[in-house]
């Protein structure tokens, strides 16, 4: 591997698990349409910042894009706040509109400077390692991304480090929060300059859009596999960096765009949890649906037998040929039945008849008794 | 409670006349409030009592739509209070009110004579069940220990000394079974308990409880009463958001009846009466539907 090779990933990874850590307060507050609006309501911010200081890396880019990030959650919440509009079109409207003052700025002022609408919206890994930090007489420190991300990334951690509880309780139960007087406004607007800061901070590297892929997977991800909230934080920092190697290598074996492959191996990888999964995935639930189903199909055929039992119909009730006709069931299906409750030792046969065992009356018995 | 399950609606006057609901008590656990309500009704002349909560001139509006006019209300320590009235009446918005999480527009509350800010250490508050997502990651045993959140402050992390008081809280309500479950897997009743438990870990002296029988079985329904009777003999003062009107006899000693302003408040022997419920529920009485008629 080349070293701008290893960079890039670097810059992926340390991209990943900083959007991961506040996207698991935005997935759990529902709320990761606002990380959507925040993305694309910063361009605004960044656009007049570049007219300020005519570079793509000051810290101005990222003070101004963070201010309009919670401007837009301001709005959002003023225009809920009204009654008139309900919470996801407040969204919907404000962050276009946002948008667009920054497309608008884009095309009136920066037709000849150097600020790519693609770049913008769609970052561009590749390019990052060019990047290089100049300090101390050194003219390659690494990438200017790198830091910065870098940065962002010790400031999510130490701000979820440290408020981890208020966090935690305002999330879970902001009423009881107020209550105990940890202001959940507060904790509100601060994880919202977090989400701003790291949009950001991370529209270099994926852009604007894909971002959001970075936010909302990992969280989602992790969401299924764990019922710990610690657990879930440090899953979806685990999921975000394989995320990040995946696609890196994923775009660098078919030659496509970075960013592209990140958000899409985000998608694969969350599919293919939310299938294997125990317990909560969808392989794991269709076959407690088969099951529940040959375990109610085997009570009623137990129930059948037991009500008939010792009375003069039972002989042709319980009569194995028979019994299709008198539960009015497929006989493939009442063959199977059979099968799975004579494999359970719920039923036994005796000649041509099918008796309960023991095991299988107890089973009527309680059933019946519930 | 089960709504939906039964058809059977009850009047109610018949109901609670004919099964003798209105019988005065005999016992005198509390004679000094029940002879300062009864010597007077005014404003003022039991002013060297110490009130758990003072409620003057309560006013809350959402937008300019009152919700709550003017709602005076004096609880005296110890007592176990029922806040009843009609859907919408303001019983919630009276309890956030107290807890200083709706602005009012006009009035004040004071706990032990202090605003509420002064005295959150000693407020132990029960939201209702419904109020926060049941999916959220997190087990039995921390979700108790939330009630401790408040004695820490800021930053300041629980330990095992927070876990062990969540433990006897949990011990308390009869769920030490459950400590590492996640929260999705209780039922209603067990998910009510886990509430108690965390607004007993706070060790409050005043506790506000926002329909702490919602949805839960007649079983958790008796071992939540036995709680607040037992919060109450510890000297506490309990107050309740009520939906059945059918138990408030059985279960408190004073109530108070609400619809958008205060109709009655006092112990149940005297505030608790036909008219006064007549007041509050206006003609929706003669349809209210009992939760008891399938229990």
């Known amino acids: 591997m080349e070293t701008s090779q290893i960079e890039i990933q670097l810059i992926a990874i340390v991209t990943a698990v900083a959007c991961a850590l506040p996207g698991v307060f935005l997935v759990l507050r529902r709320m990761t349409l606002m990380s959507d609006a925040i993305s694309h309501a910063i361009l605004p911010g960044i656009v007049i910042a570049f007219f300020l200081t005519e570079s793509l890396s000051s810290p101005l880019l990222i003070l101004a894009a963070a201010g ?113 007087g940890f202001a959940p406004t507060v904790i509100h607007y601060g994880l919202m300059t977090l989400v701003s800061v790291t949009t950001v901070g991370a529209f270099d590297a994926v852009g604007s859009i894909l971002v959001v892929a970075l936010i909302a997977g990992p969280p989602v991800t992790a969401y299924l596999m764990t019922d710990r909230l ?77 009500n008939h039992e010792g009375l003069p119909e039972a002989e042709a009730e319980s009569a194995i040929d028979g019994l299709h006709e008198h539960l009015s069931w497929d006989p493939g299906f009442t063959n199977q039945v059979v099968r799975y409750a004579l494999n359970n030792r719920c039923v036994s046969r005796k000649e041509t008849q099918l008796i309960l065992t023991a095991h299988g009356r107890t089973i009527a018995q309680k059933t019946l008794v519930q | 409670m089960s709504y939906g399950t039964s058809n059977e609606w009850f009047p109610y006057y018949e109901q609670a006349f004919s099964a003798g609901t209105f019988s005065y008590r005999t016992g005198n656990e509390l004679p000094d409030y029940e002879q300062a309500f009864s010597d007077n009704g005014v404003l003022g002349m039991q002013a060297s009592e110490q009130k758990a909560i003072q409620v003057t001139d309560l006013t809350v509006a959402y937008q300019d739509k009152p919700v709550l006019w003017d709602i005076d209300l004096d609880v005296p320590p110890g007592v176990l209070l029922a806040i009843v009235g009609p859907n919408g009446a303001g019983k919630t918005t009276l309890v956030k009110a107290i807890l200083g999480l709706v602005r009012p527009a006009a009035g004040n509350v004071l706990i032990y ?76 009743g067990q998910q009510q308990r886990v509430f108690l438990a965390r607004a007993l870990v706070q060790d409050a002296t005043v506790y506000l409880m926002d329909e702490p029988f919602q949805g839960v079985d007649a079983t958790t329904e008796r071992a939540i009463v036995t709680l607040l009777q037992e919060l109450r003999a510890d000297g506490k003062t309990v107050v309740v958001v009520h939906h059945d009107l059918q138990t408030v006899t059985d279960y408190f000693d004073w109530v108070m009846l609400l619809n958008i302003r205060r109709i009655a408040s006092g112990p149940v022997d005297e505030a608790f009466t036909s008219d006064n419920l007549r007041e509050t529920y206006g003609g929706r009485l003669g349809f209210m539907k009992t939760d008891k008629s399938d229990v």
């Open chain 1, 68 to 180: 309009t990030g919670v401007l837009t959650v301001v709005f959002v919440e003023l225009l809920q706040r009204t009654k008139l509009v309900k919470a996801d079109a407040a969204i919907g409207l404000t962050f276009p509109a946002l948008f667009s003052i920054g497309v608008i700025l884009i095309s009136r002022f920066a037709g000849n400077v150097h600020l790519d609408m693609d770049a913008v919206l769609l970052g561009e890994l590749a390019y990052a390692p060019l990047n290089k930090l100049q300090a101390f007489g050194y003219d390659d420190l690494g990438p200017v991304s790198l830091y910065v991300m870098g940065m962002i990334l010790v400031l999510n951690l130490v701000f979820i480090l440290v408020f981890y509880k208020e966090l935690k309780l305002v999330t879970f139960d902001a009423s009881l929060a107020a209550a105990l």
């Open chain 1, 230 to 306: 610690s657990r879930m934080l440090m899953l979806s920092a685990l999921i975000g960096s394989v995320n990040a190697v995946s696609g890196y290598w994923v775009a660098f074996l078919f030659d496509v765009s970075i960013a592209g492959s990140i958000a899409t191996m985000t998608l694969l990888i969350f599919g293919f949890v939310f299938l294997v999964v125990p317990n909560r995935g969808l392989i794991a639930i269709a076959r407690r649906h088969a099951r529940q189903k040959w375990e109610f199909a085997q009570t009623m055929l137990v129930i059948h037998l037991f």
């Open chain 2, 113 to 188: 004579d202090k605003p509420y800010e002064a005295q959150r250490r000693i407020v132990g508050y029960v939201p209702q069940r419904g109020s926060v997502d049941w999916d959220f990651p997190t087990s039995v045993l921390d979700v108790v220990t939330m009630g401790c959140y408040g004695a820490l402050g800021w930053i300041r992390r629980p330990g095992r000394r927070e876990r062990e008081l969540a433990m006897q809280a949990l011990e308390k309500v009869g769920m030490e079974a459950y400590t590492t479950r996640q929260i999705s897997q209780l039922s209603g």
